[in-house]
């Protein structure tokens, strides 16, 4: 597999995946979207990858989430595939476990990213936030829905209203990761989970993510998902965010107008 805006490695029966476009932050733009669903692709059917890691090239970011940049220069004429943001929120298929090494930034589509994930491992460094409130969007790429479903209403709705940003040991506290882990030894720690999960029948843990898939379906994610890309739909024809999106791009402070 060879890609512009990732990297693929493998290790015995581990796929490493790694966001490569550090000089943004790893924030996510629609070729880059489109190379993540056909890694995902190529991971479900190469029979000798049983599971797969997920973090972020450099220090600084696992991933930024979208590119606003990108997206305004585009005139929004490129879109994310159909399997969602990073080719996973909008996945059910897939019976492979993945594991987010998160190393830094996670904000957004790349939260929404990792929460799609099966394990998350942050480093001690790691921020995390869905601020997409603060730019005239909302959590549309599942955040809304993951989130709540891991930490309830009442903390879920502080984080998705406000926008505010969390350290990795809050994050911890408040159930959003599995591991709080020093950032040198993330990449070894993000191994030994995989290599653990490797140790077992992969086809029981295949058959287990199968249910736990079908679970999410039963609980009415991917319906409440799809919902959300309708309302993100109506919002993207309002003032405050096509005002959101300017702002960001100019670097000035947005003048709401509630409408």
Not at 12 to 28: C, E
Not at 134 to 148: D, N
Request: aromatic share 8%; with cysteine; net charge negative.
């Amino acid at each position: 597999m060879s890609f512009e805006f990732i990297s693929v490695e493998t290790v015995d029966h581990i796929l490493i995946v790694t966001m490569n476009r550090p000089d943004v932050h790893n924030a996510v733009h629609a070729d880059m979207h489109n190379e993540m669903a056909k890694c995902w692709d190529d991971f479900a059917g190469d029979a000798n990858l049983w599971v797969a890691i997920l973090t972020g090239a450099g220090e600084r970011a696992f991933s930024t989430g979208n590119d606003l940049k990108a997206a305004a220069g585009s005139g929004g004429k490129k879109a994310i595939p159909p399997s969602g943001f990073a080719g996973l929120t909008s996945r059910w298929d897939l019976d492979k476990p993945i594991i987010a090494a998160v190393n830094g930034f996670a904000l957004g589509g790349g939260f929404e990213t990792a929460l799609s994930c099966d394990i998350i491992l942050a480093s001690s460094a790691a921020k995390f936030a869905l601020p997409e409130v603060k730019v005239g969007f909302f959590a549309a790429a599942s955040g809304v829905q993951r989130l709540t479903r891991l930490i309830g209403p009442l903390a879920a709705r502080d984080l998705l209203f406000s926008g505010r940003i969390i350290d990795a040991h809050e994050a911890h506290a408040l159930g959003c990761l599995n591991e709080v882990c020093d950032p040198k030894e993330l990449m070894k720690r993000a191994m030994e989970k995989a290599e653990q999960y490797c140790s077992v029948s992969p086809s029981s843990v295949r058959a287990t993510k199968r249910v736990l898939n079908d679970l999410m379906r039963r609980e009415g994610m991917q319906a409440s998902i799809d919902f959300s890309l309708d309302v993100m739909a109506e919002l993207k024809t309002t003032a405050d965010f096509r005002e959101g999106v300017n702002a960001f791009v100019e670097k000035r402070p947005p003048r709401w107008v509630n409408g």
